[in-house]
């Protein structure tokens, strides 16, 4: 029984609304996740139709109005179409309208007529056809603007969102959501990186028709997110042929200096060397890009079939100080003589193929072909910070692709989708698609033998060696990973009288082959050192007094060896179910009212369900209502429960054989390549999270009757015509977290009930780690014989230590619009917001953990005190401004303007007071040196301002050239985006890089383009 929450509040308040006022939409119609709607209104309908023309391809529609003069034509393609009203076989009225993706487009004739706010040759800047949340935006205005040419850029533009993490491969923050928590869709296909989720596929910049990005409020089709949603449709081929070609070039002569790193001050004693100096030169970067790229497109058979081709190759050249990881690249740094410096050499292949066919009127086949191959090519040398050179001799030379540690990660594509409108009343969509990613890192030499070094200058013994000639660092993919997705939908659309019936089904089937992470070179040494060699300090959770054992541990040096390797098969399984009815209730109010279901589950390498959830259902409520029956306002809101499912990843080391091991010596020396000699073990091997290599029991591995990652939103807004050329807009919106995924990994909850229960232990080799759903009462299946006889252990929050998971999104959206009127556009947007909770999500960008669903924040209760607070993506106020003005016909220049408060600041060290019995997890506590430090404490970032502009020459002399110039963080300046966040490392040391900046703002940089298009 559902209980009384905040969603069933909301649909009753909105049921109760729609009922009173009877007063939302021109017309009634369904919305498509790759085409558009064209609705209106037509006085004296008697023997009249509306004819749709698609003026650049031909294809033609003729719509029946209804009793009531209304009509719509749903599932259009996107593009410009001819509107006409047709009587008795003549052409009275015209207009020009666009159909934009996911949104309607009015096209009414009344008695004056033409709709005021429908202009021919401009689209209206209101929809009061739906209540999504976000924004959309068409090639001509991406064009424009001065932006980066990726999908980031786009999201980025739109209110409520945030960049993700730096050190997050992709990915973004709709809503206060994590990076991982949104979909990403290319004419109606998933191309959400199926392995963590983070960020997705792409495709050549050019090629993109109309990028919609939805921030919530959405529909029941839309699911697979508690996020927001990008909806890409691209170009196709018209019955006019027309190519082109753009060269792109970043030179790095026009790059401002980057910022470099210094050591914070922490005036602790023992990094009285460090502090205040440099930590790593990023000054003397260099940074140079080019891009090419082209496209051709035209009618293979005039109005009936037709192509659209483009590809796209982004070059960049790097070369800086190695900052792949905070111990590379330093003055500190023993292997800075070898690995000080890279030259990298990143590549981007993309490409589309677009082939449409115009069966006939009423059926339409789209087959997309889609490549998105990035690569890096990265050379090592020696760095010397006193001459500010590198060595002349090569350390090493490494190349990768699709390696999210390196490149962003793309796939190969193929997606073929049919609509057919078999009557006026009855559409069908279907589609099938399947992606294909191939990971690939290869090194040239062997460096397989050799483990890793980590010695901080403070760690290391006067006199001995620390240098290796290793020069990998941290984990590496296994050669041979790949992800694939295969996908199935269809969507049907029936109207009966004042309702317009919409469902659908999809399937998803998601593989990863050699999923996770192995240590490069097959082990690490890490060197560390503890002041307190009388008492007692937590190796691993092992008490150990370093003066009890022989060799350097006696005046506190000591070494770990650590050994990591989670490479496993993962699978996922998803599917889903939909119906919504769009009633017309009025000619002036339209409420949507939906339900989804969906399902999940997750299988290991053995293809051995762990995970599975059925039956999600998620209902869904949106009430428009077009108060003066012109679209000049429109009040709106939306009520729904939306769900998100878990990443192939999880399966890495979660449900999978795993191996993360750390065994503390004392030592007395080390060799020529800085391995440790003369060791003493201090502690037996130890796994903070009992991974030791074994098979695990996936009956074991998740609570019983688990939910999935959930939450209730609500919006209300309202937008306005206040003149021609001005629209203004108000927007609120509550978004709260139900329900989360993460594990657990502490049996102490465990021990207790089977000692309370007179349960034996003698057999218990411990919990593992459990996926559950934190903050409320979990039942475990527990094997305490090591027999697979499983006992039901029922145990309620307060046992496992967990308050309720919380996070909250509270946003107060306003916007002024002027739309291409006289020249120009523009648009500002101002949000506050406040992003609030224990818990980011799936992600943890405190550390920017990438084990989506898997982080450390739930391990145990002890991680969990103080976690309440402003979370890492919240950002008080932010104001995003852009537009362009054509000063000539030949002349225009364009803006992009941002202002956004700064990231919370927190503290994480070692926890003082950890029971012996509790798992140590080292410094991601919130405790700072001697007191506790809750979540944001410590204040927050600077204040991140950036402003881009750019000037564009279209010579009348030329026709189809263009040449433009892009200048990019104008003012340079370069803030803080991230700092290190941990207070110590071990013990109460103050850790020498604690506040120490991670990135700042990328600093100013200028893009020169010269583009030639050619009609036909």
Request: net charge neutral; with cysteine.
């Amino acid at each position: 029984m559902i209980q009384k929450t905040i969603l069933v509040r909301a649909l009753s308040a909105a049921f109760s609304a729609a009922a009173l006022t009877v007063a939302v939409a021109p017309a009634a119609f369904a919305q498509s996740n790759a085409a558009g709607n064209v609705f209106g209104r037509v006085e004296a309908p008697a023997g009249a139709t509306v004819v749709l023309n698609n003026v650049e391809t031909g294809y033609r529609r003729s719509i029946t109005l209804d009793n009531n003069g209304r009509y719509n034509a749903t599932a259009m393609p996107p593009g410009r179409y001819k509107v006409e009203l047709v009587r008795d076989g003549k052409v009275e009225k015209t207009t020009e309208v666009e159909v934009l993706v996911g949104q309607g487009t009015d096209a009414s004739f009344v008695a004056a007529g033409i709709q005021a706010v429908q202009v021919t040759g401009r689209r209206s800047r209101i929809d009061v056809s739906n209540s999504n949340n976000g924004a959309t935006f068409t090639a001509k205005e991406l064009a424009k603007l001065p932006i980066a040419t990726n999908v980031d850029a786009i999201i980025q533009l739109a209110p409520n969102t945030t960049r993700a993490d730096s050190r997050y491969a992709a990915g973004a923050s709709f809503g206060g959501g994590g990076a991982s928590e949104n979909a990403y869709y290319i004419n109606g296909f998933p191309v959400t990186n199926p392995l963590t989720q983070l960020g997705g596929s792409e495709l050549p910049f050019g090629a993109i028709a109309q990028a919609q990005v939805l921030t919530g409020g959405f529909g029941a089709e839309f699911g697979r997110s508690v996020g927001g949603v990008l909806n890409v449709t691209t170009k196709s081929g018209t019955n006019t042929w027309e190519a082109g070609a753009k060269w792109e070039y970043e030179p790095n002569r026009l790059r401002a200096e980057a910022k470099d790193v210094y050591y914070p001050n922490t005036g602790a004693p023992e990094n009285k060397a460090t502090d205040n100096t440099i930590f790593r030169r990023n000054s003397n970067s260099t940074v140079t890009g080019r891009t090419y790229s082209t496209y051709v497109g035209g009618p293979i058979i005039k109005d009936t079939l037709f192509m659209f081709a483009a590809i796209e190759r982004k070059e960049t050249d790097r070369g800086n100080v190695n900052r792949y990881n905070s111990t590379l690249g330093i003055p500190s740094s023993p292997s800075l003589a070898r690995t000080g410096w890279e030259d990298r050499q990143d590549s981007s292949n993309r490409y589309l193929a677009k082939f449409d066919w115009n069966i006939t009127d009423n059926h339409r086949l789209e087959l997309t072909l889609l490549g998105d191959d990035n690569k890096q090519d990265r050379q090592l040398y020696g760095y010397n910070y006193a001459t500010g050179q590198k060595s002349a001799q090569q350390s090493s030379s490494e190349h990768y692709r699709n390696n999210s540690n390196y490149t962003p990660v793309g796939a190969d594509s193929q997606i073929l989708r049919y609509t057919g409108n078999i009557t006026e009343d009855l559409t069908i969509t279907a589609l099938y698609g399947q992606s294909k990613t191939k990971v690939e890192n290869t090194y040239d030499g062997d460096l397989s033998s050799q483990y890793q070094i980590t010695a901080a200058s403070r760690a290391q013994y006067p006199g001995l060696n620390y240098t290796t000639s290793q020069v990998l660092s941290g984990t590496i993919f296994p050669n041979d990973a790949k992800n694939d997705t295969s996908s199935g939908r269809m969507d049907l659309e029936y109207k009966i009288g004042n309702h317009q019936i919409r469902a659908g089904f999809d399937n998803n089937k998601l593989k990863s082959i050699a999923a996770g992470d192995v240590n490069a070179g097959g082990g690490v040494w890490f060197y560390d050192f503890n002041a307190n060699t009388t008492t007692a300090v937590s190796l691993g959770g092992v008490p150990t007094v370093l003066g009890s054992y022989p060799g350097l541990a006696q005046q506190g040096y000591f070494v770990s060896r650590r050994l990591f390797d989670s490479s496993t098969n993962a699978y996922s399984d998803q599917t889903a179910q939909y119906i919504e009815d769009r009633w017309q209730v009025t000619k002036d109010v339209l409420v949507t009212v939906g339900l989804r279901n969906e399902g999940f589950k997750n299988k290991n390498g053995d293809g051995e369900t762990f995970l599975e959830v059925k039956n999600f259902k998620s209902p869904r409520l949106a009430a428009t209502w077009d108060v003066n029956g012109d679209a000049s306002l429109k009040v709106f809101g939306s009520a729904g429960r939306y769900a998100l499912q878990i990443p192939t990843h999880l399966a890495v080391r979660g449900a999978s054989r795993s191996l993360n091991t750390r065994e503390y010596f004392s030592y007395t020396g080390t060799d020529a390549n800085g391995n440790p000699t003369g060791l003493v073990a201090m502690t037996p091997v130890v796994s903070t999270n009992n991974e030791y290599g074994q098979a695990k029991d996936v009956n074991t591995l998740t609570s019983v009757d688990i939910k999935p990652t959930y939450q209730d939103e609500i919006t209300l807004g309202l937008e306005k015509v206040l003149t021609p050329s001005l629209n203004v807009g108000a927007k609120v919106t509550y978004r709260k977290l139900k329900e989360t995924i993460d594990d657990y990994c502490d049996d102490r909850a465990v021990v207790a009930w089977a000692e309370r229960n007179n349960v034996s232990l003698d057999n218990f080799h411990g919990l593992g780690c459990v996926t559950f759903n934190p903050g409320k009462d979990n039942t475990f299946r527990v094997d305490f014989e090591g027999n697979k006889q499983y006992t039901l252990v029922n145990l309620s929050a307060a046992e496992l230590g967990f308050e309720k998971a919380k996070r909250t999104y509270s946003a107060l959206d306003l916007f002024a619009e002027h739309p291409l009127r006289n020249g120009w556009y523009g648009r500002v947007n101002y949000t506050w917001s406040r992003s609030r909770g224990n818990t980011e999500g799936q992600t943890r960008s405190d550390n920017a953990q990438t084990d989506v669903a898997a982080t450390s924040t739930w391990d145990t209760q002890e991680l969990m005190y103080g976690a309440y607070g402003p979370l890492p993506n919240d950002r008080k106020h932010q104001v995003k401004a852009f537009g362009y003005y054509e000063v000539t016909p030949e002349w225009s220049v364009g803006g992009n303007f941002l202002a956004a408060s700064g990231r919370p600041r927190s503290c994480f060290g070692n926890y003082p007071n950890l029971p012996d019995d509790a798992p140590d997890y080292g410094s991601v506590y919130f405790w700072c040196g001697d007191s506790a430090a809750p979540r944001g404490s410590r204040g927050n970032l600077p204040w991140d301002i950036r402003l881009d502009a750019n000037v564009a020459y279209r010579p009348a002399f030329a026709p189809g050239l263009a040449v433009k110039v892009d200048v990019f963080n104008v003012t340079n300046k370069q803030v803080a985006q991230n700092v290190d966040e941990t207070y110590n490392l071990t013990g109460t040391t103050i850790n020498s890089i604690y506040e120490r900046v991670i990135s700042y703002t990328a600093p100013r940089s200028a893009r020169l383009t010269i583009e030639y298009n050619k009609r036909f």
